[in-house]
């Protein structure tokens, strides 16, 4: 089966244009192979959300700043088993590899889910 998708990242309190913190770049590139370093935040908006078919949200406040921003969104915890991911940001590099393999189990998963 053929099929395109596009995936934004967006945070409900991102500094636009900030790139992602070191922590986060030195972890994603030695563990995982993901080079973030041209990484910049992008802030979550209605306009954002009125374009997306599915919202994915880490955590439960993530969910709610979401529904505030749009009613109507389909939102929902990105872990299919919808237990949250905790948000990595301003953690150490073990809060960070948690968080980053959270994530890569919960998009496997999703991604699979439609296979």
Do not use: K
């Amino acid at each position: 089966r053929d099929s395109t998708h596009t995936f934004l990242s967006a945070g409900t309190i991102a500094l636009a244009g900030d790139p992602a913190a070191r922590t986060g770049i030195a972890v994603a590139d030695e563990s995982f192979e993901i080079d973030l370093r041209e990484h910049r935040a992008m802030q979550l908006t209605a306009d954002v959300l009125a374009t997306a078919d599915i919202v994915y949200a880490m955590e439960e406040a993530h969910l709610t700043a979401v529904l505030e921003l749009s009613p109507n969104a389909n939102v929902e915890l990105l872990s299919p088993d919808g237990r949250p991911i905790p948000d990595p940001y301003g953690g150490g590099e073990n809060t960070y590899r948690d968080s980053y393999s959270r994530i890569r189990r919960a998009l496997d998963s999703r991604l699979n889910q439609g296979a």
